[in-house]
């Protein structure tokens, strides 16, 4: 299959002369997920991971990701003419080494510059000098004839109660910061960023609640280019409310167009290359991180107090779904498949859940190694009492965003899997009891939940922590934990109240088991003295870590005091919501241990 | 006697016509530590610190110096007329802030462009628009009547036992850097620097073994700046055998001028203002990190070997200083001035020792609280049986260059000593005993350190870690241990193997009493698996923790095993050179404590 998509695509490279096609994981908004119409990349590699790049030249076909994708890409590319580029690893070229030395002056490249972001057609342009480029095409969809179409879900009103600011407050913050640095228009592209500032919802992102639009902001005007058939009444005369003037989806381009001589604040890699373009001869374009994404990171009290309620329901359902995993194991057939569906059921009892914020992974054993493995109805595995299971996923709920991972002891354990289990329980809860001065980012405490793992020549292969939207995208910058810069990432803002932050060591035995204990955190100010603002985190998951798989040899006595103090906050947190069976079994499961 | 210093130079200012002097702390070659000559703004404030900066206006005389010298510089400048300004404390401007909103356009600032760094001197030309540079007048040198000679001592030659490599071998380095950055001429003023690639020491500015000079390298030729008298026949014919061609010290600024067409590498932020503007008219200027310096920064094998033979001679001096206090104190009079001078004189009597590192830090009580005291003639304290008693101090061996502090219980301590005490010591073990992945830098590994302070609330006003020359200057880049970027400090490189870094960790509390604990360590590569270069650290400094001060309460475990292995190396390292008595003691005072 994989093959003839090449061959056709290489037809079409040929009748328009394009010597490389460059093929990201993007929609036109830089969304990290992406709506099943924009799955381009994997519909030419086959490769179906959240993130990476193919080129495509006359002769190679290649395939970037990085290292949560290794063993999965490589499965999936297997005959498919595909070579997978492990990205980071010694020896490999990056995309642009790749293209500098295969595209020479002369040749053409060619991208839909909708899905390229202006920073990396920029920097594409600079390290390929004398190379044409072509990015008013679509080669990929030109070959593909069964593409989904756009996804068009109905748009809705998230009310203050959640929101806990109203959009025109937020539109005036917005206004403020594009004053403050001289700008007389905001062009807005990311999704998370838009309907955070007009408090609204939808649904064109699995997993991620937003809207398909654009948005262009004045002083005293708010342009919205979104589908029309998206918005019933009662959005409309919202939005009316708030000022907003609404165009048709596709028209910002030619919008775009008219704008000059106004100096516009952008992000030119949250913005698509064809936007930047058309707006960057006739203006003055100012290069910057969104107003509106610090400003969504760090939480307000209303948000912070739903979110703890949100953690509390599902909570309850994950513990209920262990509970059901640890006792009929052995006892009923499950798989993969099968028991992420019934984590699902057990989400959707809770009240206010709207749906998964991302794709459960569900992985029994070696599955497990695979960082972001998914089940698929062709491929999975059947669950047996014995080793561990790992289930990575999250609610979406009126009161926020979930996202957790718990590994399960099902039956016996090898003593390595339970060192590597109690390791990386270890990192989680010593990360999440850091108490720092306000000034630090993230790299400043990756220590803290990676420190046990460097101790015994281990490592795991991502960052420790992302940052969590409210009600909204699973991923979020500016905060983040990890132990290396990443600039692109953008996620090493200094740690603030009210930022939510996952915190997920993690070790992966390829082969063998994958195991991953993630809580997340909301930041908060501890006390402030001569020495300055002191800062904390309160874990805001609740869920037990199967003791099970704990072998508290490996541990310090510190580390035994905070598990137990974790665990005691599990009961009284989630026994009120269990029935007795329930109760008792996590009364068993909280139970504090010893050295 | 400050006031009249000040009334002075600002009549020199009315007739110069200048609004504002800017007095930095510095030489012409940017140097940490200054000579005599170079002490325009003690001179002219009374503030002694070694950092520090003071604007003199018509109405203002004010002074900006970093958390280290806060209690210190308000003792200092008391009745002087000159305010201090607490660098990084809330609602302090800056230097630049200060002139920028004191200094208008039209007006004149006034500084010795010798001894104002290029980077600071574009910065102040950016922020001060419309404000006219008088950089060629010394205005406080014109009113300094008793002011000291200009250095000259006599230059040596270090051996290749002791450098390890060859100045050839090194200048062949920095020319290979030339030329693959493309410059063709590089333009070197870092004394240290200097004397490192040419092998060659000095003794110019107290404590550091630099020369007054400056180097001029191309592809075939160096021309070295020099004071002429410094050099005997032997030094003359060892630098022509290298290619080096004697230039006079002060025809630098001449020599520079007729360079033009070239492209010239050098470090802005290094190389003064005056040179710089004679430079870069006809010329192509490239502003890079010296190549010298994260070259110097690894040492390579001979100098790993040699810093260990120096650490033990220096810990057998300190050792036995320990002895000596803790046996003798309240039976023979001590004050802070006498017991340096019996540790200075501990290390005359090891082989090769050639002088301190750095003005000895001895401080007792209350004293210890400000971070880089010093005690004078006219104002020391008396050491008495009780409280405790900090040290920082280091000798220039051929062997290397040591800086080690401890802290000793003179006698009964309170408890919050004691807590302070063990805080800190168990801060340096937990650096010192790290592992982790290369690639880390310092702020990835700062917490280790500093976590058991902020977990009580508490924390230290100053870096953790520095870069340590080997026969150099006691503070180098670009490896170092704290938690904030801080850019200028360019201290946060990568750390490989052979580089060595302090681990320093202390409290001060202002009235009460100041804790320190330093050891130099090495990094070390550990093991190399699937997951990278693993890296550690391994302690050089070898001199027991006073077991006194330690209440292993306040301790985890592993802080107690980790105190108790280091104990085990101290005694197995300095014993062999001790007598029975002092043996017997070290046995005491390392033996295996227990929680």
Chains 1, 2 share one sequence.
């Not at 600011?165 to 592209?189: F, N, P």
């Not at 064809?274 to 107003?291: A, F, R, V, Y």
Request: with cysteine; charged share 25%.
């Amino acid at each position: 299959m994989i093959p003839e998509r090449l061959h056709a695509l290489r037809a079409k490279m040929k009748e328009y002369h394009v010597d490389a096609c460059l093929v990201p994981t993007s929609d036109f908004h830089e969304s990290e997920y992406v709506g099943p119409y924009f799955k381009c990349r994997a519909y030419i590699t086959g490769f179906t991971g959240s993130a990476g790049t193919a080129v495509i030249t006359g002769e190679d076909a290649l395939l970037w990701t990085d290292g949560r994708y290794f063993v999965q890409a490589a499965k999936q590319l297997r005959d498919t003419g595909v070579t997978l580029m492990k990205m980071g690893e010694e020896g490999v070229p990056t995309v642009e080494e790749y293209l500098q030395s295969h595209i020479k002056e002369g040749m053409t490249l060619a991208f839909d510059g909708r899905v390229v972001n202006d920073s990396l057609g920029e920097t594409l342009a600079k390290k390929l000098p004398g190379v044409a480029f072509s990015y008013d095409k679509d080669l990929v969809g030109e070959i593909w004839n069964d593409r989904p179409a756009l996804s068009c879900e109905p748009v809705w009103i998230l009310d203050e109660k959640y929101a806990g600011e109203s959009a025109s407050s937020k539109l005036q913050k917005i206004r403020g910061k594009m004053e403050a640095c001289g700008a007389s228009v905001h062009v807005l592209t990311a999704l998370d960023d838009i309907v955070w500032m007009l408090n609204i919802r939808g649904n064109d992102i699995p997993c991620n609640p937003v809207v398909l639009s654009y948005l262009i902001l004045t002083q005293k005007e708010c342009h919205l280019f979104i589908q029309e058939a998206a918005l019933n009444d009662e959005v409309r005369s919202y939005l009316d409310g708030l000022g907003v003037a609404i165009h048709p989806y596709d028209s910002v381009y030619t919008y775009a167009k008219e704008l000059h001589g106004e100096t516009i604040l952008l992000e030119k890699s949250h913005v698509n290359y064809t936007l930047c373009k058309s707006l960057e001869e006739q203006n003055t374009l100012i290069d910057g991180m969104n107003p509106a994404s610090p400003l969504k990171a760090v939480k307000n009290p209303v948000e912070m107090e739903n979110i703890r309620k949100a953690h509390i329901k599902d909570g309850v359902a994950v513990t209920k779904f262990i509970y059901w995993l640890k006792t009929n194991i052995g006892k009923i057939p499950m798989d993969e498949l099968s028991v992420s569906d019934k984590l699902y059921s057990l989400r959707q009892e809770q009240e206010g859940f709207l749906g998964l914020s991302f794709d459960t992974i569900s992985a029994y054993g070696p599955n497990a190694a695979m960082c972001h493995y998914q089940p698929t109805p062709e491929d999975h595995a059947q669950l047996k009492p014995e080793g561990l299971y790992l289930v990575d996923s999250g609610g979406q709920y009126y009161e926020g965003t979930t996202d957790i991972t718990r590994t399960v002891a099902l039956g016996p354990l090898t003593q390595e899997e339970k060192e590597h289990f109690t390791v990386t329980s270890m990192g989680t809860l010593r990360l999440g009891n850091a108490k720092f001065l306000h000034g630090c980012i993230g790299i400043n405490l990756d220590y803290l939940a990676r420190g046990a793992f460097w101790e015994r020549g281990l490592d795991f292969n991502h960052g420790t922590g992302h940052g969590v939207g409210y009600l909204l995208n699973v991923h979020e910058r500016p905060n983040g934990i990890r132990w290396r810069i990443v600039p692109e990432r953008m996620d090493n803002a200094v740690l603030e109240e009210g930022m939510l932050t996952s915190d997920e060591p993690g070790i992966y035995i390829e082969g063998s088991h994958g195991i991953r204990t993630e809580n997340l955190m909301l930041c908060r100010k501890a006390e402030k003295n001569q020495y300055g603002q002191f800062m904390r985190f309160e874990f805001v998951t609740f869920v037990p870590i199967d003791l099970d798989a704990i072998d508290t040899s490996y541990m310090t006595e510190k580390d035994v005091e905070l598990l137990n103090a974790y665990h005691k906050e599990v009961y009284e947190k989630i026994s009120p919501y269990l029935n007795e069976e329930e109760r008792d079994w996590l009364k068993e499961y909280t139970r504090a241990v010893e050295k």
